[in-house]
């Protein structure tokens, strides 16, 4: 079926022998079934439905966690200067954020650092080990970062300065000369776990620490943290992040989280904690600091019990993000998006001199979302040029940037399957796009252009009993999206514009079923035009969700596109 903007849409298919032999096995509904054979739940998620399943250490008896336990403790009981080095993302800062604790909590002498992407650039480099060897530590923990900087590591070993690399990224032998590496890309026994982000292997390496030293911490306190940084760096929310998840909305209570609750209170969000205030509200407020020259302020935030320091820094925070908020959609408004898709059939490449660098990792994930396919976004730096990429499932794009970086194209860069950062020369600009474009046809990645929604509805299922169903695989996320359903002849009433940009309707159907609906962003392209000015019968795909207002739950539709 082809839609109003011009998507092709097919209805995801199933075998009808699974589902039912999963509604009989579990005692599930039609459609709980169906998007559970649909998102290939493993046995573990299926007993997690209706189970509180225990969140329990995996890495106990992990030998990189054990060599890096065992690193640590003769640092704690030397007293040896610690320097903590994150990245400048949610994922970095709230890995740093953890070890903060961690060491104010027993009282170890350390220090942190959190890279300007503008003054320091990309990952840990020789350039940046010079400035911080000046405070003299003994050792520097890289988090969410360090798995490509073998010549930096080199140098931390030449002024007998020890290391230790928790990261996610990709990495390729030979290893950067580190004491101990955490990462599972290594593939070092523990390589199914490679979709877990640093802030989560940090945390179970705390945890494991904290008990073997015996110390007061109570780790689990910050779960939080794990759980924000596996949403805002993308990682899906499938196995162990789904446990993750699950046991944090569950126990977290906001109040008890100063830098949270402040956040809430500015906002005044007095709603319970969900996955959407983690991916909407909290991360890009965390990230603005980091895209727009205040890359410390979201590890201050969520390192510091001051409330001084959290309300001044939450202040800031969020100003930074309306003012990042204003050039994205400066910058969105410039783009030719036709021009983009006629230039670029597989991969999207574009290449602006004047976009802010801090910028450009967001609209790599507009670009990606707009077209459906992977995106790399690249602007001018000084004399050399910056770039920011942002894949979809199948094509791994971390993997790409670091094989460019092996034969030279690229100066620095890293990333992992969805997100990558690198930098190159002017002149080697055309040779980077042509590599891309090599890779991503040598490994036989075929773009799916057709859109395709989970099953066909009644407008009569649209109910809170429906719903109820479907909230049964919660959270949604990278991995286990919110269903997209079907359903037929609807007629739009009450249509009208929000805030120029979104529209609001009442959908009806022929038996008078009311629906209320809205669509994000329509305002000004095919699908809006439809909703506001066609007087036909259309058939809609949407997203049921739950709108809470002054207390009451309201289920509406989130309409994703037209057919006539």
Request: charged share 25%.
């Amino acid at each position: 079926m082809i839609s109003v903007s011009g998507k092709n849409w097919e209805q995801k298919k199933t075998h009808i022998n699974s589902v039912e032999k999963l509604k009989q096995d579990y005692n599930f509904s039609d459609i709980l079934a169906k998007l559970l054979i649909l998102r290939k739940f493993d046995q573990t998620e299926l007993s997690s439905i209706d189970n509180n399943l225990e969140l329990n250490n995996i890495f106990s008896k992990n030998s990189d966690f054990e060599k890096s336990i065992e690193l640590l403790i003769n640092v704690i009981n030397n007293k040896e200067t610690v320097c903590v080095l994150g990245d400048y993302d949610v994922d970095g800062s709230a890995a740093t954020s953890l070890f903060i604790r961690f060491f104010e909590s027993i009282k170890h002498p350390y220090f942190y650092y959190i890279p300007d992407r503008e003054v320091d650039g990309y990952g840990a480099t020789i350039k940046l080990f010079k400035k911080l060897i000046l405070k003299k530590p003994q050792i520097i923990i890289m988090v969410d970062c360090g798995s490509t900087s073998n010549d930096a590591v080199a140098f931390l070993n030449d002024n007998k300065i020890k290391s230790l690399i928790i990261d996610h990224h990709e990495i390729n032998k030979p290893f950067p000369n580190a004491n101990v590496i955490i990462n599972p890309k290594k593939d070092n026994g523990y390589i199914e776990y490679d979709y877990l982000c640093a802030t989560t292997l940090a945390y179970f390496f705390l945890d494991l620490l904290s008990k073997k030293i015996k110390s007061k911490i109570k780790i689990s306190d910050f779960l939080i943290y794990v759980l924000l940084a596996t949403v805002c760096d993308v990682m899906p929310i499938r196995k162990l992040n789904r446990l993750i998840a699950l046991t944090v909305l569950k126990k977290f209570d906001v109040k008890k989280n100063k830098a949270f609750n402040e956040l809430f209170n500015l906002h005044d969000k007095k709603d319970k904690l969900n996955m959407n205030d983690l991916g909407y509200l909290i991360g890009p407020i965390l990230n603005a600091g980091g895209r727009l020259g205040k890359s410390s302020y979201a590890s201050e935030l969520l390192s510091s019990n001051n409330l001084k320091i959290i309300n001044n820094k939450s202040i800031e925070l969020i100003r930074l993000n309306n003012r990042r908020k204003e050039i994205e959609t400066l910058i969105l408004d410039e783009i030719d998006f036709q021009k983009i898709e006629d230039e670029n059939k597989d991969i999207t490449i574009y290449y602006h001199p004047s976009i802010n660098e801090g910028l450009i990792g967001i609209i790599a994930a507009r670009l990606k979302d707009y077209f459906n396919k992977p995106s790399i976004v690249i602007t001018n730096s000084n004399k050399l040029l910056k770039g920011s990429a942002r894949s979809i499932y199948g094509y791994n794009i971390g993997r790409a940037i670091k094989n460019s970086f092996d034969k030279n194209i690229i100066i620095a860069g890293g990333g992992h399957n969805m997100a990558a950062g690198f930098t190159l020369e002017k002149k080697n600009l055309k040779s980077f796009k042509n590599f891309i474009l090599a890779d991503f046809l040598k490994n036989d990645y075929k773009i799916n252009y057709t859109f395709t929604y989970d099953a066909e509805i009644s407008s009569l299922a649209f109910s809170h009993a429906f719903y109820a169903d479907i909230k049964k695989i919660e959270p949604f996320g990278v991995g286990n999206p919110l269903p997209i359903f079907l359903i037929r002849d609807l007629r739009v009433i009450k249509a009208k514009i929000l805030n120029n940009k979104h529209i609001s309707l009442i959908l009806k159907s022929k038996t008078g079923f009311s629906i209320k609906s809205i669509s994000f962003d329509a305002a000004n392209n095919k699908v809006g035009q439809y909703l506001l000015n066609y007087k036909k019968n259309i058939n809609v795909l949407g997203q049921i969700n739950e709108n809470i207002w002054n207390n009451k739950k309201m289920l509406q539709l989130t309409v994703r596109d037209v057919i006539l």
